[in-house]
């Protein structure tokens, strides 16, 4: 039962961090005065957002012990619950890539798409190797930013109106969770994470995709 609690709110970070991130980067167009982000700036502020959930759902499992000492088990959970969230992002941008490849077909060669496969792989991997360093150099994990994360986290979380919210979003972010785990398991198996979508057609995905409801592109 306490592990099932744990993964609760696992899914509640995540969706409370989506929504910071949502608001983060509302802030950055609005700063940019809209203008069109390149493919480097997109992966500079995603690889940021991914670095952040990786560090503050670390810094969350330190959090939900007593003292300092880190259970291996949540770790382990938590770890593969973050890699699930990236290959269903993963998944979800190369969805976005084969509908741009399909308006390219129909000759809407105006819009520009920002997907690159080697740069989601990289970013991906790079997030998941530094929550595994964070278990045998944990000093490091905190930081002033990721500090602040945790704590507007864990705050909106303790809110009365918006913490019910979230917790009845977590509630169904988890459930997305596990039923794509499975299917992500798959997905990475099959190669699929591996093939550029740029050279790919097209095929229909039906629902069968995450898609964060935060995520501003």
Request: proline share 2%; net charge negative.
């Amino acid at each position: 039962m306490e592990m099932i609690n744990f993964m609760f709110r696992i899914g509640v970070l995540f969706a409370i961090y989506g929504f910071i991130w949502g608001l983060i980067e509302i802030g950055i167009g609005l700063l940019s005065a809209g203008r069109k982000r390149s493919t480097a700036e997109i992966y500079v502020i995603r690889s940021l957002k991914y670095f952040f959930l990786a560090d503050v759902t670390f810094l969350f499992c330190i959090d939900t012990l007593d003292g300092d000492s880190i259970v291996i088990n949540q770790l382990i959970i938590a770890g593969l619950l973050l890699l699930t969230y990236y290959v269903g992002k993963l998944q979800n941008n190369q969805n976005k890539q084969q509908i741009f490849n399909v308006a390219m077909g129909s000759g809407l060669r105006r819009f520009q798409s920002g997907f690159n496969l080697r740069a989601e792989l990289i970013i991906i991997s790079f997030a998941i190797a530094v929550f595994v360093a964070f278990y045998f150099i944990p000093s490091y994990a905190s930081n002033p930013a990721s500090l602040w994360f945790l704590d507007s986290i864990v705050n909106i979380e303790d809110t009365p109106i918006f913490g019910f919210v979230f917790r009845v979003i977590g509630f169904f972010f988890i459930l997305a969770l596990f039923f794509r785990m499975s299917n992500a398991i798959g997905y990475l198996l099959s190669g699929q994470a591996f093939t550029d979508a740029k050279n790919t057609p097209r095929n229909d995905q039906g629902d069968d995709h995450f898609d964060d409801f935060t995520e501003v592109e």
